[in-house]
């Protein structure tokens, strides 16, 4: 490896880190350095570079320690046999690095992962050590996220946990035939192990926590995976199932979407095109249908068609569109799971509607200043002074309520 300055590193391994979606950072633990004792903070502002699901804006220092890898997984730029320039990072430098990014102001916290390098509990270990040195030496408060290896050594895992906000292992593709293709030296059985693992070690000290005040702190955001879409031939439906089932057995914070993008010098079973960003969006969306709005994977699939959700329209709207016989719902009367049911209406939309009728009946100007577009609304909602009537049996009522596609001028007269 060619004698590299950190500044040429860092651009090779902030550069290799921008393929992983996973690094949001809502959830964790508050801590500060407000009492003048130790550095950092979770809960600053700083140069933001992502927004967290809670609307947080956030700023890593997204990087690799090294991009070079003895695997050789067909969809990543830095495989073995990829003909990219490699760089590695020492576990002091990337300390440094993010000392001083945070002392400018410049990051909030630290995402860190890795290529292979030697064998997963040698990555591992360094991973862990950067970790180790910023907490414990450097009395370092703000955000870490450690992307764990699947078959390193459990307790170094567990020593992830302890330094760690979030831990998160990759499941990759969402098939295991789509993973034995396209990563055949990963084994989908450990990467779940490893995720039980994890489970197993944040349940245990939550429950110590409860007993013992003094007990450690164990990722305190929680554990969640990426899954990239479009690279196989899995269908929505399938990412949809795997996401429920990856929430249910190991409690996930959260499983991002990261829709296959062509790398150079790309493995010839690879798709040539990238899938449409439209489908990453709307896998996001049926993620939070299932997380937030209380739809059943199935009930999510059931809004596809051969297993591909629309993309024209959010899976909420199409569901809707597609089962009109549970509609219209009466806004004044109807239960909180039949409300979060109406497309256009979120959960604090809905939140407002249970407290205001407590006190009167809505009318249609009341509900028009919850939703940002009452045309979507409308169709699928009675009030005190609005019915749709026969609307919801319109043969052309998906294009009333579509949103149009506007171009958008440059210079609007
Ligand atoms: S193990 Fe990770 S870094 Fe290595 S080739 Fe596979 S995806 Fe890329």
């Given amino acids: 490896m060619a004698q590299l300055d950190t500044r040429q590193k860092l651009e090779i391994l902030a550069d290799a880190a921008k393929y992983d979606a996973s690094c949001a950072s809502s959830g964790t633990s508050k801590r500060n350095s407000l009492d003048g004792k130790g550095i950092g903070s979770t809960e600053g502002m700083g140069i933001c570079h992502a927004y967290a699901p809670d609307g947080r804006c956030i700023s890593l220092l997204k990087i690799l320690l090294t991009n070079s890898c003895i ?95 979030r831990v998160s292992i990759n499941v990759e593709l969402p098939t295991v035939s789509g993973l034995k293709r396209l990563a055949p030296e990963k084994d989908g059985r450990r990467i779940e192990g490893a995720m039980a693992d994890m489970k197993g070690a944040i349940d245990d000290l939550k429950d110590a926590r409860k007993k013992y005040r003094s007990a450690p702190k164990f990722a305190p955001a929680g554990q969640s995976t990426q899954m990239i879409v479009g690279a196989d031939a899995a269908k929505d439906g399938d990412i949809i199932m795997r996401a429920r089932t990856l929430y249910d057995r190991f409690r996930l914070r959260r499983v991002y979407y990261s829709a296959f993008s062509p790398i150079p010098d790309a493995s010839a079973v690879l798709p040539l095109q990238r899938p ?19 739809f059943t994977p199935s009930e999510v699939i059931s809004a596809s068609t051969d297993g591909m959700l629309p993309l024209d329209i959010d899976p909420k709207l199409a569901w809707a569109l597609k089962f009109r016989e549970n509609f219209p719902v009466d806004v004044n009367r109807a239960p909180r799971d039949m409300l979060l049911r109406v497309p256009g209406l979120g959960t604090k939309a809905v939140a407002a509607i249970l407290s205001s009728r407590r006190w009167r009946r809505l009318r249609l100007d009341d509900v028009a200043r919850l939703t940002v577009s009452l045309k979507k609304v409308q169709p699928f909602i009675c009030c005190e002074d609005w019915s749709p009537r026969t609307l919801t049996d319109k043969s052309d009522l998906t294009a009333w309520v579509k949103p149009k596609r506007e171009q958008l001028e440059l210079f609007p007269g």
């Avoid at 489908?279 to 209380?294: I, N, T």
Wanted: neutral net charge; contains cysteine; charged residues 30%.
């Fill in 71 to 165: 695997f050789d997984c067909h969809y990543c730029i830095n495989r073995k046999s990829s003909n990219v320039r490699r760089a590695r990072f020492t576990a002091e430098e990337v300390v440094h690095l993010t000392l001083s990014f945070y002392k400018r102001n410049y990051i909030e916290g630290l995402f860190l992962s890795s290529g292979i390098i030697r064998s997963s509990n040698y990555t591992m270990e360094q991973l862990v050590e950067v970790a180790r040195e910023l907490r414990e030496t450097h009395d370092f408060r703000g955000y870490i996220h450690l992307k764990t290896i699947p078959d390193a050594d459990e307790e170094l895992v567990r020593q992830a946990g302890l330094y760690a906000d």
């Fill in 276 to 294: 449409p960003l439209m489908r990453e969006h709307r896998l996001y969306q049926s993620d939070w249908l299932m997380r937030f709005y209380g």
